[in-house]
T-cell receptor, first 115, second 112 residues
Framework: NAGVTQTPKFQVLKTGQSMTLQCAQD?????MSWYRQDPGMGLRLIHY???????DQGEVPNGYNVSRSTTEDFPLRLLSAAPSQTSVYFC??????????????FGPGTRLTVL | GDSVTQMEGPVTLSEEAFLTINCTYT??????LFWYVQYPGEGLQLLLK?????DKGSNKGFEATYRKETTSFHLEKGSVQVSDSAVYFC???????????FGTGTKLQVIP
C-alpha cells in the first residue's frame, strides 16, 4: 500500500492564481481531511469528507473548495490564491472517524508559497 | 470551544534523559486524547491515544495518562534517543468525530 499520497510536494503561486492540491489514498478509507499547518498554530482543519459525495467545512474553509467523487481521491482547490494561504497542507484519512478509536494516516504534505 | 495547550519548545535534552511534555485541554463532553509525532520533512503519525479517564496510552517507550480531574495528558519517556527528535502534537476530539483539535506542537531536540 502507498498509504496517503499528495502532489505536488512544493508549489509557488502568484496572488490570484488557482490550483488544485491532489490527495489520494489506497486504504479504502471513508473519512478524509485537509489541514493546514502554520508556525505557532498547530494544524487546523480546512474541509473534511465522510464518504464519496459528502463533504463539510472545518475550522478555516474560506478560500478553499473540495469535492469527493471517489473514495480514493480528495482534491483541495484554491480558487484565487492569497499570501495568507502560504502554508504546509496535509491530507489525512481514516477508516472510521478521526477522533474516534481509529488511526488517522497523514500524507507527506505540500508546501505552498503564494507571492 | 475545544482547545489544547502544550508547552512551548524547543525542548533540548541529552540522550538518555527523562522527557515530559505537558498538555492540558478544554473540551465539551468527554474527549478522546492523542499524541502525534512529526519527524522532519514528514507528515504526522499517531503516537498514542486514550479514550477515557485514567487510560494510559503507550507506544515506543512513550506514555501518557488521561487525567480528567486535571484535564491533562502529559507525554513522558524515561530515556530519550537522538531518533526521538521531532515535533510532538497533543490533540483531542469531542462531539464531532471528524474534528480533531491540535495543540501548537513542541519541538524536541535530543543531542548525543
Amino acid at each position: 500500500n502507498a498509504g496517503v499520497t499528495q502532489t505536488p510536494k512544493f508549489q509557488v503561486l502568484k496572488t490570484g492564481q488557482s490550483m488544485t492540491l491532489q490527495c489520494a489514498q489506497d486504504m479504502n478509507h471513508e473519512y478524509m481531511s485537509w489541514y493546514r499547518q502554520d508556525p505557532g498554530m498547530g494544524l487546523r482543519l480546512i474541509h473534511y469528507s465522510v464518504g464519496a459525495g459528502i463533504t463539510d467545512q472545518g475550522e478555516v474553509p474560506n478560500g478553499y473548495n473540495v469535492s469527493r467523487s471517489t473514495t480514493e481521491d480528495f482534491p483541495l482547490r484554491l480558487l484565487s490564491a492569497a499570501p495568507s494561504q502560504t502554508s504546509v497542507y496535509f491530507c489525512a484519512s481514516s477508516y472510521r472517524p478521526a477522533g474516534g478509536t481509529d488511526t488517522q494516516y497523514f500524507g507527506p504534505g505540500t508546501r505552498l508559497t503564494v507571492l | 470551544g475545544d482547545s489544547v495547550t502544550q508547552m512551548e519548545g524547543p525542548v533540548t535534552l541529552s540522550e538518555e534523559a527523562f522527557l515530559t511534555i505537558n498538555c492540558t485541554y478544554t473540551a465539551t463532553g468527554y474527549p478522546s486524547l492523542f499524541w502525534y509525532v512529526q519527524y522532519p520533512g514528514e507528515g504526522l503519525q499517531l503516537l498514542l491515544k486514550a479514550t477515557k479517564a485514567d487510560d494510559k496510552g503507550s507506544n515506543k517507550g512513550f506514555e501518557a495518562t488521561y487525567r480528567k480531574e486535571t484535564t491533562s495528558f502529559h507525554l513522558e519517556k524515561g530515556s530519550v534517543q537522538v531518533s526521538d527528535s521531532a515535533v510532538y502534537f497533543c490533540a483531542l476530539s469531542s462531539g464531532g468525530y471528524q474534528k480533531v483539535t491540535f495543540g501548537t506542537g513542541t519541538k524536541l531536540q535530543v543531542i548525543p
